[in-house]
């Protein structure tokens, strides 16, 4: 094999590939890149038995051939070479990497034993990359991260027709967000419980291409793989066993108290009084017509308070929240006002968006939390 490529697009295809590459793997050549030069192009590939990782580069390509070597080690060589063009060649059992004066030989891998990749599940729609992106951070954040509950690590895709709902949820909290794609075929529908940590990760390095195409394997949760593609990148993953909860009967449809604040004002105040928060201790909100109070911390110890405008339909009335959750649904939002709607201090609440004041809620994200309970 004998090519030569790109600084640049060698370093950002080895760094995203490498990026899933297991710590600690089963066997050694898990720890390694498949590099495969043919066609006037170089594939980088990385697998671990559960998620697959493919990028295509352009390269000049003299020899083709295939070879397998350290990942983590070719991406730190890659971040650390000077600004010219790499030539990389194959010299027996090494790999020879070329860039300025900088010269690098690196041991192979044996080729036969790596195991071989997956493939790419038959495309199902598409979707522009910022709007996947956005759409999986804002959900992704309500998922849980104790692994011996497995179910509740992952992400919720189900398809109906043009319309896909994500999901996400660590029993605490549940954050829903539904968007528009292009389907494949119009009456396709599917449910795929993805791992969250994986779904996030494969979102956000493919913001760089103008669609992003989903491809799922299986007619149901548990079953088969999902596959994403896009900007030359490809990604494949197992599907999590098991289904969420069923959401729509856990999001409650009648409120007797509506909050509209705005959001920049409301996050900025919650941290504020949280830095008194100790431990599993809450912010506490009391909402009143024309104000939002918000106090963290207790009479043994430091205390603080804030007041904010607020607009109250409604009752309004005390809640308490992990200060936490609270941020985390209030960043996920992405709109400049926020709405609270909720009906006592131990039911859940619903948090929303709306582009105004003025203007009714975006139900296209919603972020039910649980209140804490507050004793006395």
Excluded at 95 to 116: I, K, M, Q, W
Excluded at 206 to 225: F, N, P, Q
Excluded at 266 to 295: H, M, Q
Aim: aromatic residues 6%.
């Amino acid at each position: 094999m004998k090519l030569r490529v790109e600084r640049d697009v060698l370093a950002e295809a080895v760094a995203w590939a490498a990026r899933s590459l297991p710590a600690r793997p089963p066997v050694p050549v898990l720890a390694g890149l498949l590099l495969r030069a043919q066609h006037g192009a170089l594939s980088l590939s990385g697998f671990d038995y559960e998620v697959s990782a493919r990028v295509e580069i352009e390269a000049d390509v003299e020899d083709e051939g295939t070879v397998l070597v350290s990942g983590r080690l070719l991406a730190d060589i890659s971040r650390a070479l000077p600004n010219s063009p790499v030539e990389i060649s194959t010299d027996g059992s090494r790999v020879n990497v070329h860039c300025g004066t900088s010269r690098f030989a690196l041991h192979t891998l044996p080729v036969d034993e790596y195991p071989a990749l997956p493939a790419m599940p038959t495309a199902s729609g598409s979707v522009p990359g910022d709007v996947f992106a956005a759409a999986v951070s804002q959900v992704a954040i309500a998922a849980g991260r104790d692994d011996t509950l497995p179910v509740l690590t992952g992400v919720r895709i189900e398809i109906e027709g043009d319309t896909v709902t994500l999901a996400a949820t660590d029993r605490y909290r549940f954050a829903v967000r539904e968007f528009t794609w292009k389907p494949e075929t119009a009456d396709m529908s599917a449910v795929a419980l993805v791992p969250a940590k994986t779904l996030l990760d494969t979102a956000k390095s493919l913001t760089s291409g103008d669609t992003v195409s989903l491809a799922l394997s299986g007619s149901g949760a548990g079953e088969g793989l999902i596959g994403f593609e896009g900007a030359g990148r490809r990604t494949t993953t197992r599907l999590l066993e098991g289904d969420l909860p069923k959401y729509q009967k856990l999001f409650p449809t009648e409120f007797t108290s509506v909050a509209v604040i705005e959001t920049a004002p409301f996050v900025e105040a919650v941290k504020r009084v949280s830095l008194v928060a100790e431990r599993n201790t809450p912010v506490r909100l009391r909402v009143e017509e024309g104000v939002l109070t918000l106090e963290a911390g207790s009479s043994d110890d430091a205390q603080a308070s804030e007041r904010i405008d607020a607009r109250l339909e409604g009752e309004g009335g005390p809640l308490a929240f992990n200060p936490t959750f609270l941020l985390d649904a209030l960043s996920a939002i992405a709109s400049p006002v926020a709405q609270l709607s909720f009906t006592t201090p131990t039911k859940p609440a619903l948090l929303s968006g709306r582009p105004a004041l003025d203007v009714e809620a975006d139900e296209s994200y919603r972020h039910l939390i649980m209140p804490v309970r507050l004793s006395g």
